[in-house]
């Protein structure tokens, strides 16, 4: 009829051209996997920082979380005041730079501006994961056309994202940390939201500032070359590096996360240079006749200091080492290089699941020298686990432990009340101050070695080889022992709080 015409439409109603079901599949599922990537690998790149703690842990998903919440709050509420299709692009795009920046930006803060270092790593997380959690909702605006299927749309991006969320997840945790430096994959996957942003603007004809970030970009791959921090290998949990001592041929040092976790002479395994080695060495020397060769289980193996000491004084010594990082095993076989004929079988697994493998009574000597950087990883230190030691060392078999406290040394006082509970008899090593017995003395803290077993162990043998040796170190036991421990808890596998009794600062080296 003349003079009708077609119901209007608003100019920012939603084009289906533009935004396909397909194509917005694709934008949530890559955007939520986008951001489980960051969260990961953020924890990866603070760890040789903060350390690889539980705090550290809870604090990157809490901000990762927070930044998901926020991101689909306000792109939810932006979608609802401006045109989605303007919004998309510069949300892939700036994310993607920001992602690029991170490693040269959270480096140089923790080289030159520590201080700051917090807040420089939740905006590292916060702001990329924000931009990347408001695509959901924008897409989801964009893909409404009716009320009838509201329900139909929202679910099914909802659960896109959620398979994206796992996707990126497991790709990064069982795939590309174990192939790629962390430096590498951020970069990446900057370039990638870039190259997304790109797309979507060209698809929308809305979005025109791709060279400028592609640009940051190109900062972030620079930068992060020349940032301080960097590692020789990036292992699937640490941060590695191999450092040659100036005054010995044959020194070198294992970094690990900017801890200091073995020192090994390639040419000489006999000289031990870290203090709580050196202690550990007299106390398998005063407790075993010289000479006589041992089977040996050692939960961490790090440079295999301890390994390569007893394939040399001992000869004829069976160690099996549990590592539970594939890629400190490589470092030692490339760089450090323990021979076959040393008896010294090294095995990438937890030393937790080992321990169970093992026959009873099978062990003369067990050595717990794990480390998760300067934390003890809890489940080698409650009572099941030392029950589960007991029962694979021989009846005169011997549990060495290193650890390190600082503060009021209150893991290191449950973890000596737990031995105690476990084993006959326990004693403690470490500078006077820190063990109790120079009242005198404020304790400072730094490694203390826990000897443990079911025999009496000649501690006049054990002093006069730890004074031998310079270490300094004097042991408690008996009553000396247990007023030190004094009212400190057990650890069990329902109950260790190891993270939050450890007081992990003077982290320079153990």
């Known amino acids: 009829m003349t003079g009708m015409s077609s119901s209007p439409v608003a100019e920012d109603a939603p084009r289906n051209h533009d935004l396909g079901p397909r194509v917005a599949a694709v934008l949530v599922f890559g955007s939520s996997a986008a951001v489980l990537v960051v969260e990961i690998v953020a924890l990866r790149l603070l760890a040789p920082y903060l350390g690889l703690t539980l705090e550290t842990s809870t604090m990157v998903i809490g901000i990762a979380l927070t930044a998901i919440a926020l991101g689909s709050w306000l792109g939810g509420r932006m979608a609802d005041q401006v045109d989605p299709r303007r919004l998309l692009g510069p949300s ?9 920046l991170t490693p040269a930006v959270l480096r140089s803060a923790a080289e030159w501006a520590p201080a700051v270092l917090l807040l420089i790593a939740s905006l590292t997380i916060l702001v990329p994961g924000a931009l990347l959690s408001a695509v959901t909702p924008m897409v989801t605006k964009l893909r409404l056309t009716s009320l009838a299927e509201t329900g139909t749309v929202v679910g099914r991006l909802s659960g896109v994202g959620t398979v994206g969320a796992i996707f990126g997840t497991v790709l990064t945790g ?8 962390v430096s590498d994959i951020l970069i990446g996957l900057g370039t990638l939201l870039v190259v997304g942003s790109a797309l979507v603007g060209w698809r929308m004809r809305r979005w025109s500032g791709t060279p400028a970030l592609t640009l940051a970009v190109v900062a972030g791959g620079l930068a992060t070359m020349v940032a301080p921090g960097g590692c020789d290998a990036e ?3 640490h ?3 191999v450092v040659a001592d100036p005054d010995r041929d044959g020194g070198r040092t294992l970094v690990l996360d900017g801890v200091r976790h073995s020192y090994v002479d390639i040419d000489d395994p006999t000289f031990l240079k870290f203090a709580y080695v050196r202690a550990i060495a007299s106390v398998v020397d005063a407790a075993f006749p010289e000479g006589e060769p041992l089977a040996a289980h050692h939960l961490g193996g790090g440079g295999l200091t301890l390994p390569r000491y007893l394939a040399a004084t001992r000869p004829g010594t069976r160690s099996l080492v549990s590592e539970i990082d594939s890629g400190v095993v490589r470092i030692d076989r490339d760089q450090l290089g323990p021979r076959p ?7 990438a697994e937890d030393g937790r699941l080992a321990l ?12 717990g020298d794990a480390f998760g950087g300067v934390s003890v990883p809890w489940h080698l230190t409650t009572v099941e686990a030392m029950t589960d030691v007991r029962r694979v060392l021989e009846e005169d078999g011997l549990y060495v432990a290193n650890l390190i406290d600082h503060g009021d ?12 509970e476990t084993f006959g008899h326990v004693a403690l090593l470490g500078e006077p101050g820190d063990i109790g017995l120079d009242p005198t003395a404020t304790p400072e803290g730094g490694n203390l070695v826990m000897v443990a077993s079911d025999r009496t162990v000649d501690l006049r043998a ?11 170190w004097k042991i408690a036991t008996g009553d000396d022992l247990t007023s030190w421990i004094g009212n400190a808890p057990l650890l069990t596998d329902d109950y260790a709080p190891v993270d939050q009794l450890l007081q992990p600062y003077g982290r320079s080296g153990r």
Do not use: K
Not at 92 to 100: E, H, K, M, P, R
Not at 409 to 420: G, H, K, Q, S, V
């Open 92 to 100: 892939l795009g700036v994310s993607g730079a920001v992602v690029a």
């Open 174 to 181: 069982f795939v590309l940390v174990s192939r790629l430096p």
């Open 235 to 237: 292992t699937r949990y």
């Open 239 to 241: 941060c590695a590096r």
């Open 341 to 347: 004929e040393h008896g010294i079988d090294v095995r």
């Open 356 to 367: 169970r493998r093992l026959g009873t009574g099978s062990r003369d000597l067990v050595v």
């Open 409 to 420: 040394l209150a893991f290191a006082r449950a973890e000596a009340a737990t031995l105690n």
């Open 462 to 472: 054990m002093q006069e080889a730890l004074d031998a040796r310079g270490t300094g």
